[in-house]
Nanobody
Framework: VQLQASGGGLVQPGGSLRLSCAAS????????MGWFRQVPGKEREFVAA????????TYTDSAKGRFIITRDNAKNTVYLQMNSLKPEDTAAYYC????????????????WGQGTQVTVSS
């Protein structure tokens, strides 16, 4: 499956962005979908994940209450709505697809998008 992330950009602290990740070449509803982020010199970290039907979600502690992950299986797309953004949210954001069991670990994900840059700055 191929993943194409979009929606990043420059936003002021307190602002919002919605990231999208469009999937093609596979059966989207078979995959657990996740969002990760990475800053230069640091390991890729988990942000959020959503189950195959969209009924189960999980978030890293820093994202709880601010970010919302959703998916539209009819459109083969997963979204990350990011609100109340902070400078420490600045990173390249990656979407990923997992064919196995539920996981928040990058190495468990089988397919990755190319990343979209989010910069939170005044």
């Amino acid at each position: 499956v191929q993943l194409q992330a979009s929606g990043g950009g420059l936003v002021q602290p307190g602002g919002s962005l919605r990231l999208s990740c469009a999937a093609s070449g596979g059966t989207f509803r078979y995959y657990v979908m996740g969002w990760f982020r990475q800053v230069p010199g640091k390991e890729r970290e988990f942000v959020a994940a959503i189950g195959r039907s969209g009924g189960i979600t999980t978030y890293t502690d820093s994202a709880k209450g601010r970010f919302i992950i959703t998916r539209d299986n009819a459109k083969n797309t997963v979204y990350l709505q990011m609100n109340s953004l902070k400078p420490e949210d600045t990173a390249a954001y990656y979407c990923a697809a997992e064919t196995g069991t539920w996981s928040t670990m990058p190495h468990d994900y089988d397919y990755w998008g190319q990343g979209t840059q989010v910069t939170v700055s005044s």
